[in-house]
């Protein structure tokens, strides 16, 4: 009897230690950056353990972008290696790129323990995101009434001068988008309620327009009646969440469309910089200026972390990545990014990273996005690809290893 329990047991263990970290955040801890950034890299370690056999083009990739951090660093005015800021901006680039470079690992784990629970795993898997958007919505409606439990990346006073939070982006954002297009996918009305919810209190631009690509492109992949009358109950359902729940990112859209703008006045300022330190040399053209040197002067802030913090943040993420690791680390980076498998899962993620790259160069360095939404990727792959076959995890006959690696390719 224990022969038979001991393997689904160290599966479950195994399961649990990976899920773990994926909803940690969903719990109102009231944790700022300083705190759920240096958090993440540590609970985050058990993925890095799964692809341990694929570790070591990221480990090169690192060390030359370490070695450009020091040249360049002690080479410019100041002459002082921020040991910090590349840890800061090294850690979350280092662990998205673990993970790339390790998906298949990662799924043909995951897949082979979920399979061994014997367990309907969309069921379970649907309450699991189901708990961590519903996690998500008691911190913002915390948020709104003033009480500090959320886990945000930056929160803003409401505008209109009633007090209050007007504006609030949880972490991780971008999983909580790719959660969204799942919703949409599978039809899970509520799911996508909150989800939505959830990621319109960003009163983000770049949000909206990802919520409503993601959104299409969902219900692209569904062509029969029913689906489409369910579609159009959606669109109904989407619609109200938008312009009532949260009107805060309309208002920021319609006003930024109004003006005929392509940049507000803070972006264009640190995208001016930033290209200027890319094309300072033909040396930072290949490499980059690396993770220790300032890109900017700074914006001057009553926070003097924040103030600091604002000389290597680049709110424009395609010239802060050219900036900081050049045409070379930028090839390489789209290398293992572009080995992703190519299914509907794929051009989510891609519409996601490219929509989030206008607004900032926190999805590749500073914050643990792209770590959590390769993560989230790799159970949304497998849901996926178990829905698409009807198999149910667990059945006598469970998906093959090899299967498994191949599955995320079908379209």
Known sequence: MRSNQDPRLRSAIAIGTLCAPLVFFAAPMGMGSYISQPLAGVILLPWLFVARRKLLFPLLFLALIAAVSAHQALSSAEREFSIFQFVRAGAPFF???????????????????????????????DKVMLFFAAGQLIQITGSFLGVNIANAMFGSADSSGAGGIGRISLFPHAAAQLIFFYACLQQRLLLMAISAFVLLASGSKAVIITVIGLFALASTQRRDLKAALLNLCAIALLAGVIFYANPTAIERLSSFVSENQMEDATREWETYYAKDAFFSGADTVIFGNGLAKPLTPGIASVDPRWSENSKYDIENGYWGLLATVGVLGTTLYLCMFLALPTNTTFMAILLIEVVTAFASRGLFFTRFEAPYLFAWSIVINYLLAHARSGVVAGARRPVSAENLVRAPRRT
Not at 99 to 104: D, E, Q, S, T, V
């Open 95 to 125: 662990f998205g790129c673990a993970i790339l470079a390790g998906y298949n690992d990662i799924y043909v784990f995951f897949g082979k323990h979920v399979d061994r629970l014997r367990a309907n795993s969309i069921d379970l898997f």
